[in-house]
Nanobody
Framework: VQLQASGGGSVQAGGSLRLSCAASGRTFSSYNMGWFRQAPGKEREFVAAIRWSGGGTRYSDSVKGRFTISRDNAKNTVYLQMNNLKPEDTAVYYC??????????????????WGQGTQVTVSS
């Protein structure tokens, strides 16, 4: 599985961005998908995830109510809509795929494939 993240950029605080992650392969619909981020000097952290069926989502407390994860299995793509962005959201954002349907969604080690990352910069 290859994952290609896109949609990052620079915005002012309060702005919005939508990240996309396109996956190769015909088994995308069976994977749980997650978004993580990593700021300079910090560990990679969980942002949001969605189950393979789209029926279950999870968010970190820091983005709950501002970010929305969704997926389009027909397009092999997962999205992260980010609203009301804050300077502390600045990071490289990574998408990831998890093979195990019942896997833990919020742990870095639980994912099997990773995209290359896309930079999000939020200025105050």
């Amino acid at each position: 599985v290859q994952l290609q993240a896109s949609g990052g950029g620079s915005v002012q605080a309060g702005g919005s961005l939508r990240l996309s992650c396109a996956a190769s392969g015909r088994t995308f619909s069976s994977y749980n998908m997650g978004w993580f981020r990593q700021a300079p000097g910090k560990e990679r952290e969980f942002v949001a995830a969605i189950r393979w069926s789209g029926g279950g989502t999870r968010y970190s407390d820091s983005v709950k109510g501002r970010f929305t994860i969704s997926r389009d299995n027909a397009k092999n793509t997962v999205y992260l809509q980010m609203n009301n962005l804050k300077p502390e959201d600045t990071a490289v954002y990574y998408c990831a795929a998890q093979i195990t349907p019942w896997g833990a969604l919020s742990t870095v080690d639980g994912y099997d494939y990773w995209g290359q990352g896309t930079q999000v910069t939020v200025s105050s």
